[in-house]
């Protein structure tokens, strides 16, 4: 069974500081992906990435950065975060080329950025 | 500008009785669409999913339907347990679930013991 673990289930942290967090997953999945989930909006992609040291931007990158130096493990930073970065985060793994293979999430990361 | 729409955001059912949700998308390039289940405090977990080639998929007490004219899918759920009470995204994907997806808002369901 796929696992995809989130560091930290729930974080409060002040404006203007640096924010990592942290994802793993143990399938050995080549896709991660990293959205954020706000009432009203749905999930909304930040990046992915479909390989080590790779990186690609979703629909909402601005103020967010991501690493993946190895491949199960991807970090999401928030540079300097902001209120309006009060979230919940969720990390999803996948497998490309196997057929209806979904992406698998992780239990998300309730984030209060005050 | 958004390209999958769950235009209801809430739905209340009996036990017992049929729950249908329902999608739409814009975009015509999106080829594999999937319904994702949501309990609170939980990541979301995959329910089901159809490609653009049929019509129709069903597992157990889930179906989706798939008109790709009308760019609309739908799922049946029946029937209805208190278990199945939760958010439900609709997801779609123009190179198949494992890649980049776009969600839609999402809609609660309820359903009543």
């Known amino acids: 069974d796929v696992k995809v673990t989130q560091s930290s289930r729930y974080l409060v942290k002040r404006t203007g500081e640096k924010v990592f967090l942290e994802c793993v997953q143990d399938?050995?999945?080549?896709?991660m992906f990293w959205y954020r989930q706000d009432p009203g909006l749905g999930l909304r992609l930040i990046y992915f990435?479909?390989?080590?040291?790779?990186?690609e931007k979703g629909d909402i990158p601005e103020g967010y950065s991501v690493s993946r130096e190895k491949k199960e493990r991807f970090s999401l930073i928030l540079e300097s975060a902001s209120t309006n970065q009060t979230s919940m985060y969720l990390c999803?793994?996948?497998?490309?080329?196997?057929?209806?293979?979904?992406?698998?999430f992780g239990d998300g990361t309730r984030l209060s950025i005050l | 500008d958004q390209q999958v729409k769950q235009n209801s955001p809430s739905l209340s059912v009996q036990e017992g009785r049929i729950s249908i949700l329902n999608c739409d998308y814009t975009?015509?390039?999106?080829?594999?669409f999937l319904w994702y289940k949501k309990y609170p405090a939980e990541g979301p977990t995959f329910l089901i999913s159809?490609?653009?080639?049929?019509d129709k998929n069903e597992d157990g007490r889930f179906t989706v339907f798939l008109n790709k004219s009308a760019k609309h899918l739908s799922l049946h759920i029946v029937p209805s347990q208190p278990g199945d009470s939760a958010v439900y995204f609709c997801?779609?994907?123009?190179?198949?679930?494992?890649?980049?997806?776009?969600f839609g808002k999402g809609m609660k369901l309820t359903v009543n013991p």
């Open positions: 990435s479909y390989d080590v040291k790779m990186k």
């Open positions: 159809i490609s653009s080639i049929k």
């Open positions: 399938m050995d999945h080549e896709n």
């Open positions: 997801a779609a994907s123009a190179k198949g679930g494992s890649e980049k997806l776009v």
């Open positions: 999803a793994s996948s497998q490309p080329g196997v057929p209806n293979q979904p992406q698998h």
């Open positions: 975009n015509s390039m999106f080829d594999y």
